[in-house]
């Protein structure tokens, strides 16, 4: 029989809080992974766990480590780098795949090997966490409520301070293209491409487009074509982004890159406990059809990384207990819209 679970970059901080949790359940037997063989080790003794040392990119026999397990709970960023040897071993043992991405381009490559992980009998899900589990199931809720919809707008509202590696990716990210879902289509646009007002709990605010995973999950979970995604930022933010557009060439280069990164490794920790104990979230969807009638709804959260945790892991219990349809999937195709209402905390409203 296999094992339970392998949670691969264990030791970064979202990883840590995904794993600490899980050891202290008595329904999982999860085995700590990553490249690093000191903090892997440090770490599967601090949590009484097994642990596993390979990389994803130094020529080590991926399959063999991870052929064993059930399923493997990816959260290594970026992974634009990790995902794709990970699912390539995955598929070869057949192992279903989860992680915890925001990255658009991961969860698009992802869904051209729907295919290849069906026929293998492997689910590949990533988004499993903040990035898009309530985002997901809101679009398809808004959709349930306005079944002809062709637009879904989704605003993020309230979000706390960043972990390092949520950071890093940000770095490599910075001065790229923005993206939306227009008919059907992604269209690559200028960061900041739009912006807009929302109406959230804590009041009318201003928010910027952003390349956020829900333009390939929502459309795929809904089918609506058009999908936008906006996340609250003060109007002078927006307006600096603009004018630093120019700037993004030299923000790619190697040595602003590794500046950048080795200010983010000395200064970014991630919430504390408190602020995963106390902090919150807003989601605003809306729906609106060719006849201009509109639904909204909102999801209030607890802190990002919390909920990012409990919807890791609510997602891996899920395919332990044998829900695991194959293929390509997105949380509210696996499981449901009401999915992300499972974990303490999240409450659904509908205006």
């Known amino acids: 029989m296999a094992d339970d679970v392998l949670i691969y970059g ?33 770490q599967a003794s601090r949590l009484g766990l097994e642990g596993a040392v390979f990389s994803l990119s130094g020529g080590d026999d991926v399959a063999s480590e991870i052929g064993d397990f059930d399923v493997v709970l990816n959260c290594a960023g970026p992974f634009s780098r990790t995902a794709e040897p990970m699912v390539d071993a995955c598929i070869e043992t057949g192992t279903h795949y989860l992680d915890i991405t925001g990255e658009w381009q991961v969860f698009d490559a992802l869904a051209q090997r729907s295919e290849e992980a069906a026929d293998a009998g492997v689910m590949l899900l990533p988004g499993t966490g903040f990035d898009v589990v309530p985002s997901d199931c809101l679009a398809a809720h808004l959709v349930d409520r306005l079944p002809d919809a062709e637009s879904i707008t989704l605003a993020l509202g309230g979000m706390g301070g960043l972990s390092r590696g949520t950071a890093m990716t940000m770095v490599e990210g910075f001065g790229d293209d923005g993206v939306v879902r227009e008919n059907g289509e992604l269209k690559r646009v200028p960061q900041a491409f739009d912006d807009r007002e929302f109406e959230f709990s804590h009041g009318t605010r201003s928010a910027m487009t952003i390349p956020w995973g829900d333009v390939v999950t929502a459309y795929h979970s809904t089918g ?35 500046l950048l990164k080795w200010l983010v490794d000395r200064r970014i920790d991630g919430p504390d406990d408190e602020q995963l104990r106390e902090g919150s979230g807003e989601i605003y969807g809306e729906a609106e059809n060719a006849a201009g009638e509109r639904v909204v ?16 892991l609510l997602c891996v219990r899920r395919v332990l207990d044998g829900d695991a349809p194959t293929g390509y999937q997105t949380p509210s195709t696996a499981y449901g819209k009401d999915l992300v209402l499972e974990v303490d905390g999240v409450e659904r409203i509908d205006d």
């Open 297 to 312: 709804s909102h999801l209030e959260t607890p802190n990002a990384y919390a909920l990012t945790r409990d919807t890791a």
């Open 224 to 258: 609506v074509g058009n999908v936008r995604v906006y996340s609250e930022t003060h109007p002078d933010t927006i307006s600096r982004l603009r004018t630093f557009r120019k700037l993004a060439p030299l923000v790619q280069t190697g040595p602003v890159q590794s």
């Open 10 to 42: 264990s030791y970064g901080y979202t990883g840590e809080l995904i794993a600490k949790q899980a050891a202290a359940s008595s329904d999982l037997d999860p085995t700590v992974a990553g490249r690093n063989a000191e903090k892997v080790r440090s």
